[in-house]
Every structure is written in C-alpha cells, then in structure tokens.
C-alpha cells in the first residue's frame, strides 16, 4: 500500500481569509510543503468568475497558475479544484501547456451525470482526475455503488470518501472504505477528505492507514487543520505519525515554521477548529456555515443554536441557505418564551442614563459615580450588571441574562419575553415590539432600549458604554469568554448601529457620555 499526502492548505484555508493569500505567502507555503516531501499540492480552484490575477488561490485561468509554480519542484505532483460550474471545462486548456497535472473534480449529488461528462472530458486533454463527490454520507449504499460503477468506466486518478460535515464514524468510515475497495478498480487511488467537526479527522485517517489496503491511498491535510468551521486533519500531524509507523520520511519542521510565521495571526483573526456550534452541525449533518451564522448573532445559547438546526428539513442540509437560516433564526427569536408582565414606569422629570456594556463604562467610574449621585438620573444597565448600582437592569439576550441574573435583585429586573425564564422578573416586556427590521432582525440591547424610550414619548438620553466595536477586539466592559472577534460580523454591527442612531436622532435627542466611534450621528 503506497500512503501519500496531499495538502489543500492554499485551497481550503482559504475559507478563512478569502483566498486572499499575498503571492509572497503563497511562496511561502508552496516552498514549505516541497521541503517537507508532501507528495501533492493542491494550489487553490479554477473559478472563471473571478477577476484577481494576483494575491488569491482563486485562479480564473491556467496562466495565473503557472506564474506561481514556475521555479517549483517538477517531482511534485500540483492539482487544482474545480468546484462543479464554476469554471467552464470547455475553456479548459491541454495539461501540456499547465504547470499542474491533476484536477479535483467536486460536485453535490445531484450533478453526478454531469460530472461524470466533465470527467470525461477532462482526461480526455490529459489531467489526471481526482473525483470527489461531495457529502458522501448523501449517498445510499446503492447509490455509492451504482456511481462506483459508472467511475469504473472512466479513467480516473482517484476516487474520494468526503466527510463533508466532519460527522462520519469510524463504523461508518470503514463501511465506505470496504465499499470502495471492493468495487473500485484497482488501479484507481482511493482518496479521504476530512472535516473535523467531532476531532475523527486524525482517528479516521490511521484506522484507513491500518487496513493496508493493496490500492493506493491519498489523505487530505492541512497545515495547522486551516479550514472552514472546524477545519481539516492537520498536515503536520498527520505526516509526523507517518513518519513513526509508516518510516515515510516527511519533514514536520517547515511546516511548524509556516504556522509559526504565517497561520497564528491567521487563526487569532478569523479562528477555525473545534468548537460546540460544529459539533452540532456534525451532529445534525448540515454544512457548517449553518452554525457559522447562528453564532455570529452572538444572542444564542448553544441550546438555542441546537433547537435551530433541529429545524433544518433534510433537503436544505447539503448547501447552506443564507434567507432560510435568518427565517428559522427570526422565528426563534420571535417567539415568546415568557408572559408579559407589567410595564416599566419611568419619571418623565428624570433623565435616563443608558449603561451599555462598552469598556469606558470602566474607565469613566468618576462620571458614572456623580450621575449615580445625582438624583435627576434614572441608571438602566444594558445586558450586563456594571460596577455602578443602576435603578433598572434591561436584558434583552438569554446568555446576559443567564450570566447575571442572580446578581440581580428581582425588583430591578426588567426583560424582553424573548427570554426563558423561572426567576421572578419586574417587569416582562414584548421582544418583537422593540426589535428593529432591517435585511436582517436588529436585536443589539442599546438600540431597543432607545427604541422603547422612543415608544414611551422620551425626548433625550443620554448613553455610557456604547463605544463600538474595535476590529478583532475584546470589547466589553465584564470578562467575556464567550465570543469570539470575528472582524466582518463587528462591521457590520457598527454599521447597523451608526445606521439606527441616525435613525433614532429624528425622534430623541442622543448624548453619548463616553468616547463611542458614533459620536456625531446623533442629534
């Protein structure tokens, strides 16, 4: 059994950033995987959509390719993904005149037969051809064997088991493995594409190593797991064991320095690897990017999130679907999970002070101390128990309210009915009378107390707290462990809020007390 390893860093690590590698690190990793004696390296996809020549993996024509891999190793084999419909094969030019030899052909189910004809024509001008249904676990036995049949007529490369979802057992891993083996033509490599939602990456990749198979075996890695979600078995791991049991004779090291140089910053930027959302989306069989969103909405509890993808019907799990995600989002949201209950009675003689959660609620004690002395002032903490003593407490968010809710006297509670609650609340109010509507449901704590300030015929209020977001920051003013920066979704939340402030500025007078990147959107 002849083992190799092919790295599809440059590819898929490009979930993390785009594709959006400087062609300086693109050398670098490229030279990095040629001394470590990875056997192939896969370079990034063909995708003629896009329109960069320089700085991506997202390559729209061969040249582009080739410029990268002019001065390379030549006994290394270099293969590029095409996404089924994302390059036209007809354009496709002869592998004489490409600096690769292979291509990865990937594609869902329901393309096979095409598949099958761009496979067809792909060989024909001399790749060779890594054949890669998508979501094996998608396929009934049958199905696997009847498609194993018809690649038995084509002369392909390699045929792939890919776990999409990082959710395939061992049991059933080895299903697949003596499925394939025993049906595949004997020449043709058997490849395994992992995910690592539930950490089998690596188990799986041995337990396929110990079956000694007497075909060829080709494993997907990556440096450091680089990838969407959960990631990928990691390259250095992988060779490392075998290096051990197999006496290959990989070199780890260059492979550490490129983690150590380039993939650290990476991974603080825009983080991959295990998490709870991702094993749920294993656990569930739905793309990860499912997860993905409803995490980033940073209001849902990891019950919340498994309740949601509870929802996901089996013919949307496959492809993520953006609209559908925020509807079953919106609906959860939407949905009351407490009686309202009374009505937060405010003095219309005494000003408001709004305490969000921002780190210069700390560093302005001095001024928050004198407006908490100051008998003119009504203080409402925002989602959080602040170091100053507030007359009310508004949560909005189940996971602020479950974090600090037995800090919190009962008296001074006030809640949107949004929230599951046991505990005795002053006041419950209607969550979908305050959210605001935008392409997507606007649930950020400050904008809804304002917006209930608006509603209950307030004029000025005034606001600590809400600084906005720092890119990649920590950004609260308590020890938040439970999220992680992610720069996009930080963003787009300061754009959502500077676009409600100008909003709200017609119809209440906004003073923000503490440094905040809005000041001057309000009126």
């Given amino acids: 059994m002849n083992i190799k390893i092919l790295d599809c860093t440059l590819r898929d690590g490009g979930y993390i950033n785009d594709w959006n590698f400087s062609d300086k690190n693109i050398d670098k990793i490229i030279n990095a995987l040629e001394n470590a004696n990875i056997d192939i390296l896969e370079c990034g996809y063909l995708n003629d ?5 320089k700085d991506t993996t997202l390559f729209n024509k061969i040249e582009i390719i080739n410029q990268k891999l002019s001065n390379k190793n030549k006994n ?46 792909i060989i024909s001008l001399g790749y060779k051809v890594y054949f890669q249904p998508m979501i094996t676990k998608n396929y009934s036995d049958l199905e696997f064997l009847e498609m194993i049949a018809k690649v038995n007529t084509l002369d392909i490369y390699s045929f792939y088991i890919v776990d999409s979802f990082g959710s395939m057992s061992l049991a059933e ?14 020449n043709v490599s058997l490849g395994y594409h992992s995910h690592n939602n539930m950490q089998l990456a690596f188990s799986n ?73 991702q094993f749920l989306s294993a656990l569930f069989n739905c793309h990860p990017n499912y997860a993905t969103y409803l995490i980033n909405k940073n209001t849902n509890h990891i019950v919340s999130i498994k309740k949601i993808l509870e929802k996901v019907p089996q013919e949307k799990k496959s492809s993520f679907d953006k609209e559908f995600t925020e509807k079953l989002y919106r609906d959860f949201i939407l949905e009351a999970k407490s009686e309202l209950k009374g009505k937060l009675e405010l003095d219309n003689n005494k000003k408001i002070l709004l305490l969000a959660s921002g780190k210069s609620v700390n560093e302005y004690l001095d001024l928050l101390k004198d407006k908490r002395e ?80 608006i509603q209950s015929a307030y004029k ?18 308590y020890d ?11 963003q787009k939340e300061n754009k959502i809020i500077e676009k409600s402030l100008i909003k709200f500025s017609k119809d209440i007078k906004i003073n923000l007390l503490t440094p905040s990147i809005f000041k001057g959107t309000q009126r």
């Fill in 460 to 477: 000025t209020v005034e606001i600590a707290g809400l600084d906005g977001y720092g890119i990649g920051l920590n950004n609260y003013s």
């Fill in 205 to 277: 990749a041995i337990s396929m190593c110990h079956m000694n198979m007497k075909r060829e075996i080709i494993i997907d890695a990556s440096i450091y797991g680089i990838g969407r979600g959960a990631g990928n078995l990691n390259t250095e791991l992988i060779t490392d064991y075998l290096n051990q049991s197999y006496e290959k004779n990989y070199d780890t090291l260059p492979l550490l320095e490129i983690i150590d140089e380039l993939l650290n910053s990476m991974m603080k930027k825009n983080p991959w690897g295990f998490s709870p959302a």
């Fill in 173 to 186: 891993f080895h299903k697949y493995l003596i499925l394939v083996h025993n049906n595949l033509k004997s």
């Fill in 374 to 453: 100051d008998e003119n002032y009504i203080l409402i903490g925002l989602n959080h128990k602040p170091y100053i003593e507030c007359d009310y407490y508004f949560f909005t968010n189940q996971k602020r309210y479950d974090e600090f809710n037995d800090k919190i006297e009962s008296s001074k509670m006030v809640i949107t009915n949004n929230i599951e609650t046991s505990q005795k609340s002053h006041v419950i109010l209607d969550f979908s009378k305050l959210v605001l509507e935008d392409d997507e449901l606007i649930t950020n704590s400050t904008l809804l107390a304002i917006n209930y300030l």
């Fill in 480 to 490: 938040e462990n439970q999220i992680v920066p992610d720069s996009e979704v930080q």
């Fill in 76 to 121: 290394i084999s270099k293969v590029v993904m095409i996404n089924f419909g994302d390059f036209d094969i007809d354009n496709l030019k002869h592998q004489n005149e490409a600096l690769f030899d292979g291509i990865r052909l990937a594609f869902h189910k329901n393309k096979l037969k095409d598949a099958l004809a761009s496979a067809e024509k």
């Fill in 49 to 53: 959509k896009e329109k960069k020549d």
